[in-house]
């Protein structure tokens, strides 16, 4: 049962009486794995943390407009301007067992990087809450700082991101080349095999890739299943490794660290994708 409104909840209270104050503290607690409230909720009602504002109660606003988005974002309805950094990367490492070839830092990880590599205010919105406030290139909102780091903890990862797992790098060690049928566990021939096949699907002509968890529907993709964000164009698109493969930046249910599309107890998430 999921109770959603308020009236729903006086009938049920008429019915079962005070068993059913439980039943919606019971439900109040699955709320842990919205983004309200939580480190990504710079608003007023956010979790408090380096960035947030009392000038508003909106949650979304600081990365999702539903007008006059940045196009030039992958992210969905981008409120922000992407920043104009330059990366190092894991690659420049030369490590010599990597296989998978990079593209340049971009995708839903610029989206990402537009508060965590430090390079730009994290409320810097193209279209500020209200009537008005436009601003094709984005402006600060309420006058807030890039991010830091706090002491013992690392959430601004700046612009040498060559100590962080690879992203915008492809997955499978090479190329998911082969035989890739829709809708079916392990489609396709990895050009490793020491990572995990995945699934595959076509949606509005375009190929979608994403690894199943034990969460969620087999073979349907799921926001607890690893989604690989798609580069190229026509016959040349390729699954790629994104910040979202591994994170949703909307679910703060995790424990440890929020915003874990599932949780690396164990390693799972490790594990989702790399077959050790
Ligand atoms: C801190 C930044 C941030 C905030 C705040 C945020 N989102 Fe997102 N959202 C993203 C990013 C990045 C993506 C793309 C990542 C992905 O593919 O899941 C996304 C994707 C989405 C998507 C499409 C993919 C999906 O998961 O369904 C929807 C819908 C969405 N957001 C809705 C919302 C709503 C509604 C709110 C406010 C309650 C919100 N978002 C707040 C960053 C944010
Ligand atoms: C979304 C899939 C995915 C997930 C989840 C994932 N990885 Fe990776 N990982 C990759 C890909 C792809 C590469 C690039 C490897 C290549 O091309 O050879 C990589 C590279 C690495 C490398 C460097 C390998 C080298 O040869 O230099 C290490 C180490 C690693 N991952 C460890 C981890 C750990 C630890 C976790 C969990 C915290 C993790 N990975 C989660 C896909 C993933
Ligand atoms: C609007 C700015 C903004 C954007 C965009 C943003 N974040 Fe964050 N993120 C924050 C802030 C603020 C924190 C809290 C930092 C702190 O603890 O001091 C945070 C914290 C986190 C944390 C650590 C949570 C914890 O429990 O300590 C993760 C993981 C994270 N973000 C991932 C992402 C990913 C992945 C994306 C893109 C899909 C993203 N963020 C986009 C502002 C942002
Ligand atoms: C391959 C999986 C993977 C990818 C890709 C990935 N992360 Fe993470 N990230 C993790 C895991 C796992 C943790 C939790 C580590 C821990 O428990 O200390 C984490 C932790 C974090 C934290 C919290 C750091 C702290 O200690 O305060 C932030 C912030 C974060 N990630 C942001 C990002 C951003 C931004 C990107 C893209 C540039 C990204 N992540 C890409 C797996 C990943």
Redesign the pocket.
């Known amino acids: 049962m999921h109770i959603t409104s308020g009236r729903q909840f006086l009938k049920l209270s008429m019915v079962f009486g005070v068993a059913a104050v439980g039943l919606l503290l019971g439900v109040g607690s699955t709320d842990a794995a919205t983004i309200k409230g939580s480190k990504h909720d710079l608003g007023s009602g956010g979790a408090s943390q380096q960035g947030a504002t009392s000038a508003t109660t909106e949650v979304c606003v600081f990365c999702h407009t539903p007008h006059s988005a940045n196009t030039a974002a992958t992210a969905p309805l981008w409120n922000k301007s992407l920043p104009g950094s330059t990366y190092t990367r894991y690659s420049s490492l030369n490590s010599t067992t990597i296989d998978g070839s990079n593209e340049t830092v971009g995708s839903v990880?610029l989206a990402?990087?537009s508060c965590?590599d430090g390079s730009q205010a994290m409320d810097v919105m193209i279209n500020k809450p209200g009537s008005g406030g436009y601003n094709s290139s984005g402006a600060a909102y309420d006058g807030d700082d890039p991010m830091t780091n706090p002491a013992g903890?690392?959430?601004m990862?700046g612009t040498d991101?060559s100590n962080?797992?690879p992203?915008s790098i492809q997955y499978g060690g090479g190329g998911w080349v082969t035989g890739d049928a829709d809708g079916a566990a392990s489609a396709g021939t990895l050009a490793d095999g020491s990572f995990k096949a995945g699934v595959k699907a076509t949606i509005n002509s375009t190929p979608v890739w994403w690894i199943d968890t034990a969460g969620g529907t087999a073979n349907a993709r799921d926001k607890t299943d690893i989604i690989l964000y798609t580069r190229g164009s026509g016959a040349a698109i390729q699954p790629y490794?994104?910040?979202a493969?591994?994170?949703d930046p909307h679910n703060s249910s995790a424990t440890?660290?929020s915003f874990?599309r599932i949780s690396?107890a164990s390693s799972a998430?490790?594990l989702a994708?790399h077959d050790k």
Do not use: A, R
């Open positions: 990880s990402c990087l965590h903890k690392t959430p990862l991101i962080d797992h992203i490794v994104e910040c493969s591994c994170h440890g660290v874990m690396n998430v490790c994708c």
